[in-house]
């Protein structure tokens, strides 16, 4: 093991860290979209009882293993049963897969931040502004550039003088600035408080097993579950720091932001097409780019909510982006011995190459598809659909089975240098049945309805 392995300075900068890490742009461009089709409160209240169970006892486990080995994924689970290394490689593969792709959209956030601020509100607002954008070959590349260079240079500075003085700072802006948005948009939107009642009104007729299942899907991927991002940023934890506490709080800022989100968006979006069932139904790039955009030109002062609203993306999008350079890093670091210099080089460099191929996949490379898929949309789906539900999965059985739960436990409770515990852990009981029997099979859910929403046989 490292000796002399970084750390945060405390509670809060890791909690921070890997809240920064689990608010992204899922949470904004992907939550709203859920919460509107399945039934506004109802969803809530499944997302909310799914996220202090199913997704506690994951984040938990991934953080326990990375702080009981102090450990990047593939030595974590090497150390502990090389037979299960395998899932370690897993969770270092999803994050390579990943940054890149994110980095691209990541550009397209700080190109759309920019436009904002110089007053180009109603130029974005057009209808073919971001479809052209995106179909260029220059302006897509420079801001996917100038996204991940940003990454890397704060991963660079290192885990607490890089990291956590960010997260510190862009976290709770991100919730000022998500606040500002919505208190504006309600008191100036006609309409958006009979969206705010199609939102947060439960809809029983909408609610069904695929309920449950999306919110399930949401909450897997909302989480930074089975990336190694968790188990990278537990090797950092000391340990006299609560990781059970700690969950819960990474959870409550994760479920804040996306009820929040979708307390700006969808109120929005329902008063600006009157309602339209159509207009609520769209989600990703469609209504970051396309709609939100549209809502901005037409408001009082829209050009200045704009340019705040694509600010708060930034963090988000930054904040997410950092932890999962920093994962590769971490993984690079310990696998290879390299410096921390070295190794964001050797990152900077892979992923803008990689990058590359999606940032293209719109423009010169727009008629190459793979499974009917564009490029962007196909390192999603293997990501996302295919390798992290097959990783939590790996682990729920490791940790169930193998390992055992009181392995975790122990971890998560911790011993001073007495052999006393530092911790109690209330929750150990449910953690117990949940990992062993209930995580498993909801895994296999999320697997098989993302495999059949992604080739268009069921969709979510």
Not at 79 to 102: A, E, T
Not at 128 to 151: A, H, K, Q, R
Request: hydrophobic residues 55%; contains cysteine.
């Amino acid at each position: 093991m490292e000796q002399n392995r970084s750390s945060f300075s405390g509670k809060l900068g890791f909690v921070l860290a890997a809240a920064g890490s689990a608010v992204g742009l899922g949470n904004i461009w992907r939550f709203p979209y859920l919460a509107a089709k399945y039934g506004g409160g109802i969803f809530l209240l499944v997302y909310i009882a799914l996220a202090v169970t199913f997704g506690f006892a994951l984040a938990l486990t991934e953080i326990a293993i990375g702080r009981k080995t102090k450990l990047s994924p593939i030595g974590a689970f090497s150390s502990l049963n090389k037979k299960f290394s395998f899932i370690g490689i897993l969770g270092s593969i999803v994050p390579i897969i990943i940054l890149p792709y994110y980095s691209v959209i990541g550009g397209w956030v700080t190109k759309y931040f920019v436009g904002f601020v110089s007053g180009n509100a109603s130029l974005m607002a057009g209808d073919s502004y971001f479809g052209d954008f995106i179909g260029s070959t220059g302006e897509p590349v420079w801001y996917f550039l100038i996204f991940i260079g940003l990454t890397a240079l704060i991963v660079l500075l290192g885990v607490d003088k890089g990291i956590e003085k960010v997260s510190k700072i862009m976290m709770p802006a991100l919730i000022l600035l998500i606040l500002i948005i919505t208190g504006y948009s309600l008191f100036t939107l006609d309409g958006a408080w009979e969206g705010v009642v199609y939102y947060i009104t439960p809809d029983f007729s909408k609610f069904s097993v695929m309920t449950v299942v999306a919110a399930m899907g949401q909450l897997f991927y909302s989480m930074s579950i089975a990336m190694g991002i968790m188990v990278t940023f537990g090797s950092y934890l000391k340990k006299d720091v609560s990781i059970e506490k700690s969950v819960y709080q990474i959870e409550f800022f994760d479920m804040g932001v996306a009820f929040l989100s979708a307390l700006m968006i969808v109120p929005a979006v329902f008063a600006f097409s009157g309602g339209n069932e159509e207009a609520m139904s769209q989600k990703g790039a469609g209504l970051m780019f396309e709609t939100l955009p549209k809502i901005f030109d037409t408001m009082p002062g829209g050009n200045i909510i704009g340019a705040i609203f694509f600010v708060m993306v930034f963090f988000a999008a930054i904040t997410s982006s950092i932890s999962l350079m920093e994962t590769v890093v971490s993984t690079i670091t310990d696998k290879f011995k390299l410096n921390r210099t070295l190794s964001c080089l050797v990152v900077f460099l892979g992923s803008a190459a990689i990058g590359l191929v999606s940032a293209f996949g719109y423009s010169i490379w727009a008629d190459v598809k793979v499974l009917g898929m564009q490029f962007l949309d196909l390192f999603d789906f293997a990501s996302n659909s295919v390798l992290m539900p097959i990783g939590a999965f790996a682990t729920s059985i490791f940790v169930g089975y193998v390992l055992k739960p009181k392995s975790i436990i122990a971890e998560v409770e911790g011993l001073d240098e007495n052999g006393k515990p530092y911790h109690t852990f209330r929750a150990k009981k449910m953690y117990s049945i949940i990992i062993k029997y209930i995580a498993p099979v909801c895994i296999l859910l999320i697997l098989i309805s993302s495999v059949l929403d992604a080739l268009g046989i069921v969709k979510i």
